[in-house]
């Protein structure tokens, strides 16, 4: 019996992906900010089969994805930030690299080490570079920059080419280092993409009661 009739919906992103595309195989993962490989090699058990690009700026991080993925050869390493147009950019590097983001800090964050200029490319570019035809997942972590990042995949939005987005959000929009879901939101449904469910859900505060930050599944409507 396949897990996807045991798992319950809206507990596991990947079997919820499987039960969606339902006979479409995903051929192609974009993970952006792969940091040290953690979600490349979880989608890579998921989904033998698919080529997994993995995007990670920062140098020190770049060097331990790399090691953490060497043996799997369907995961691509680039080591490169995404965004909406080609650039480079000044990043404030933390002690916790999965707090490294683009976005300007109103002040030096506290946990500040140093600082790196990081290059700057497009989903766009990257794909039309592969020749790829279409996108089946578009995985991104990269601390409010989601949609920069999905402004620089124009062409395979507008043409209907990514089939399911997976971001973190959140609901503070005062939070410049988390994407406001509103916004991420009113944005994809406005590119014929539909909100599927909310995972892996951070809460904080005395008993939990407080919700935090979580990651979101959307759809592609032409599925």
């Not at 992906?17 to 979880?42: C, E, M, P």
């Not at 058990?45 to 993995?54: D, L, N, S």
């Not at 060497?70 to 680039?78: D, M, P, S, T």
């Not at 766009?124 to 279409?134: E, F, G, P, Y």
Request: include cysteine; aromatic fraction near 14%; hydrophobic fraction near 35%.
């Amino acid at each position: 019996m396949p897990l996807t009739r045991i798992v319950p919906q809206g507990i596991s992103y990947p079997y919820d992906i499987k039960r969606i595309a339902k006979n479409r195989k995903i051929k192609t993962i974009f993970d952006v900010g792969a940091n040290i490989g953690q979600t490349s090699r979880f989608l890579n058990w998921h989904f033998p089969q698919a080529e997994i690009f993995a995007f990670e700026p920062i140098n020190e991080t770049f060097k331990t994805l790399q090691k953490n993925t060497h043996y799997l050869n369907k995961i691509q390493c680039f080591h490169s930030a995404l965004g909406s147009h080609e650039s480079e950019k000044l990043i404030y590097i933390r002690e916790d690299s999965e707090l490294n983001t683009l976005i300007e800090p109103s002040e030096l964050p506290s946990n500040f080490k140093k600082t790196e200029t990081v290059k700057i490319t497009t989903i766009d570019t990257i794909a039309k570079k592969h020749q790829l035809t279409s996108i089946d997942i578009l995985k991104m972590d990269v601390q409010g920059y989601e949609l920069e990042v999905i402004y620089g995949a124009e062409f395979y939005v507008k043409n209907n080419l990514i089939n399911f987005i997976y971001a973190e959000i959140d609901f503070d929009e005062h939070n410049k280092e988390c994407q406001d879901f509103g916004e991420l939101n009113k944005f994809l449904v406005k590119n014929n993409f539909k909100f599927s469910g909310f995972y892996e859900v951070f809460r904080w505060g005395e008993n939990k009661r407080y919700f935090g930050f979580c990651n979101a599944l959307f759809v592609n409507c032409n599925l």
